[in-house]
């Protein structure tokens, strides 16, 4: 009986047939198969063509020295870590990994978990019980609302980038040991959270704050290692969390912080226990990614991506589509990121335009629902630090040829 009605939820899901009715006919955005590596061009389907739609944001998964790390460390320890950090899985590059990213930050100490996803929900659900209230941007990361959802907390969300709203709800939550968690730099919307405010807000009513910094590590801040150094509130978040899958070229994800609370998250965290360790590899690469990041070739990297990002959002303003801002900070300068997303009318016409670009050699990014609220789809370009002006310049004039027969305008997003 109930074998039925799962397998009746499996047969008519709306979602799995209007994927599998866009993959028939050839037009579907996801699910693609990449054909060669994933640099400033991609072949998929036979061709190459111009990639928007990684976050290999500064170029490091296929810098030399990051691959040959990588190569180096499958001939060291093999193939596979072999087991958890807590019984064998630990090999002398995670805990390399974890001593530079906590230098890196200038904080006492780092936990590396095997992906980022798994370090927002075992950090969360470790720290948070039920009966707590953890506070969430309703654009948060996936990851991040599972992790509350796991720890069986009362959960509450505000509008995107709201401190108004989250103000109102800390004064409802005053009584209860209170998490916020909030992106540094939003994956979908490509936009800063207002760290200043959220922290002054959190330190008022005694909240834990924590920041993921997936998008935002390599790119923002002095040292480049993320939205809290931006906003100089690195003693006034408790816990930063990162990834190594996006601007670092590699996979895996970590906490920086205090001893206390990264020996805490060995010992609770049941992401990073009950899982076999990162593979050798990936985290010989990442332990590269993260040198070069923090070195002159890392600002230089970052320095043309910005200007990348700057050239992209100036040709497309040239032709009028819209994208949403870039965030200005409280001192008046615009902090733009690798992510500039594309205003689009409705769901069909992303499909639409996505179709339009790829015929033209252009591989870009979709946001839906539950990427973005619904009703809210963006055409998500990730600018890197390798791609040429004359292919951004190109990016542009063909995004403004789609229209007006299929324009992207829409009603400003109203997360
Ligand atoms: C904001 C944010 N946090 C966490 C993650 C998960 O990271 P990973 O891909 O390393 O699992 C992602 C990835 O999409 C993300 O965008």
């Known amino acids: 009986m109930s074998i039925d009605k799962f397998s009746s939820r499996i047969e008519f899901s709306a979602m799995t047939h209007f994927v599998r009715d866009l993959e028939d006919e050839g037009r579907s955005p996801v699910f693609r198969t990449m054909e060669s590596a994933t640099t400033d061009h991609v072949v998929v389907s036979g061709r190459s063509r111009i ?47 974890e001593d530079e990213l906590a230098q890196w930050h200038n904080t006492e100490s780092a936990v590396l978990f095997p992906t980022g996803y798994q370090a927002n929900v ?74 200043d405010e959220i922290a002054a807000l959190c330190r008022e009513f005694s909240a834990m704050l924590m920041v993921d910094e997936a998008h935002s590590v390599g790119i923002l801040g002095a040292t480049r290692t993320g939205a809290v150094e931006l906003f100089g509130m690195q003693d ?13 070229g590699s996979i895996g ?26 593979t050798p590899a990936a985290v010989g690469a990442a332990v590269e990614a993260v040198r070069i990041a923090q070195s002159d070739e890392g600002a230089e990297r970052t320095a043309r991506l910005i200007a990348n990002v700057d050239l992209l959002r100036g040709a497309l303003a040239a032709h009028d589509v819209e994208t949403i801002a870039p965030t200005v900070l409280p001192d008046g300068t615009s902090a733009p990121g690798p992510i500039v997303p594309a ?46 002006i004359a292919d951004l310049e190109f990016v542009a004039k063909s995004i403004a040829s789609l229209r007006p027969a299929e324009s992207i305008d829409a009603p400003a997003l109203t997360h």
Request: charged share 15%.
């Open 51 to 97: 990639m928007l739609g990684s976050n290999n944001y500064l170029g490091l998964a296929n810098h030399p020295r990051v691959i040959d790390a990588a190569q180096a460390a499958l001939r060291r320890f093999g193939a596979a870590s072999t087991g958890s950090r807590v019984a064998n899985g630990t090999c002398s590059l995670h805990r390399t990994l």
């Open 122 to 195: 075992g950090t969360i659900s470790a720290l948070v019980r039920p009966g707590d209230t953890v506070i969430l941007d309703w654009a948060a990361h996936a990851s991040i609302h599972d992790g509350a959802r796991l720890a069986g907390a009362h959960i509450e969300h505000f509008n995107h980038n709201s401190a108004d709203e989250l103000r109102a709800l800390l004064v409802g939550a005053r009584a209860v040991p209170t998490l916020v968690v909030v992106d540094g730099l939003y994956s979908m919307e490509g936009d800063i959270a207002p760290l």
């Open 236 to 248: 006034d978040v408790d816990i930063r969390m990162g990834t190594l899958s996006k601007g670092l």
């Open 253 to 278: 994800g970590y906490v920086v912080g205090p001893e206390d609370l990264t020996d805490y998250l060995r010992t609770h965290a049941r992401a990073y226990q009950f899982t076999t360790a990162g």
């Open 343 to 388: 205003i689009v009318a409705d769901e069909q016409t992303l499909i639409e335009v996505w179709n339009r670009l790829f015929d033209q050699g252009i591989f870009s990014g979709i946001s839906v629902f539950p990427g973005v609220r619904i009703g809210n789809p963006l055409l998500r370009l990730c600018v890197t630090a390798d791609h040429s």
